[in-house]
């Protein structure tokens, strides 16, 4: 049980607010100091090191439905990178772990959370898909800190939630 623990206080300090940044300064050395270079198209640098924060944080799985497959796990941004900066976008409280499925709906404002975790719904989102999430029986976000609040804010306010 001791080995769990720290294991656990261990990824959590990796994923601290900084250590994102950090590692993506260090991954970084000698390539253009943004997270963005460009090139023939604008690339996202550091989207990997967010995700790995993330998978950190979150304990490799989506908090609403449990999956752990890599493959259908999203690191969703609460403010879109395109309006952040280097800091906010590589930011773990700027992020999510959600499903491939839970991601669209939130990427696209159809759903959002409340500070306490509770799931808030757009009235734009069909019955259908209401099924298919879970809605009536999706649990509480947990793990969120002030700051994922403050982010969850800035996402209410932008889609109406």
Not at 6 to 11: E, I, P
Not at 95 to 108: I, T
Not at 133 to 158: D, K, T
Request: charged share 20%.
């Amino acid at each position: 049980m001791l080995h769990e623990a720290v294991g656990r206080v261990y990824k959590l300090a990796m994923s601290l607010p900084e250590a994102p940044l950090l590692r993506f300064r260090a991954k970084t050395t000698g390539l253009p100091q943004t997270t963005e270079a460009e090139r023939l198209v604008v690339q996202r640098i550091g989207q990997d090191v967010f995700r790995d924060a993330l998978m950190d944080y979150w304990g490799g799985r989506c908090p609403l439905t449990g999956i752990t497959e890599p493959a259908l796990l999203r690191a969703s941004h609460i403010v879109p990178w395109a309006e952040c900066d280097d800091a906010r976008r590589l930011n773990i409280h700027n992020g999510l772990l959600l499903s491939a499925l839970w991601d669209a709906a939130f990427d696209r404002g159809l759903v959002s959370f409340a500070d306490d975790g509770t799931v808030l719904v757009s009235s734009q989102l069909s019955d259908n898909a209401r099924k298919a999430l879970g809605i009536g029986s999706v649990p509480l976000l947990r793990g969120l800190r002030p700051a994922h609040c403050e982010n969850l804010a800035v996402h209410r306010a932008r889609h109406g939630l």
